[in-house]
Nanobody, 128 residues
Framework: QVHVVESGGGLVQAGGSLRLSCTAS????????MAWFRQAPGKEREFVAA????????EYADSVKGRFTISTDNAKNTAYLQMNSLKPEDTAVYYC?????????????????????WGQGTQVTVSS
């Protein structure tokens, strides 16, 4: 069983920044391809950002392109989501997800159903 833990959420004013962190441990692999999803009140969970296992490729939702950056520290087995220029509509519970390695290490997984292991989520609230 892969244990996924997020941290770093909080309350920030519009225009501010936050950095979320996520570690994935346990399971059969040393590290995993990581992604971030979010769920706002009354809405379905949606894709935010993901990186390939190789970390060579990344994908972003259109709504966060140019503002959010996903990165990974392989030595720490940790993924980050740097969120800049935050908007009230970014308010949501942010979830980290882990995908086991596959032969295509450059593939970026962007669908919720492709991920088997999830964290409990961390709340991000952006005030106007």
């Amino acid at each position: 069983q892969v244990h996924v833990v997020e941290s770093g959420g909080g309350l920030v004013q519009a225009g501010g920044s936050l950095r979320l962190s996520c570690t994935a441990s346990g399971g059969s692999f040393i590290r995993y391809a990581m992604a971030w999803f979010r769920q706002a009140p009354g809405k379905e969970r949606e894709f935010v950002a993901a990186a390939s296992w190789s970390t060579r490729n990344t994908e972003y939702a259109d709504s966060v392109k140019g503002r959010f950056t996903i990165s990974t520290d392989n030595a720490k087995n940790t993924a980050y989501l740097q969120m800049n220029s935050l908007k009230p509509e970014d308010t949501a519970v942010y979830y980290c997800a882990a995908h086991r390695p596959t032969p295509n290490t450059n593939r970026v997984w962007v669908r919720e159903g492709e991920y088997d292991d999830w964290g409990q989520g961390t709340q991000v609230t952006v005030s106007s």
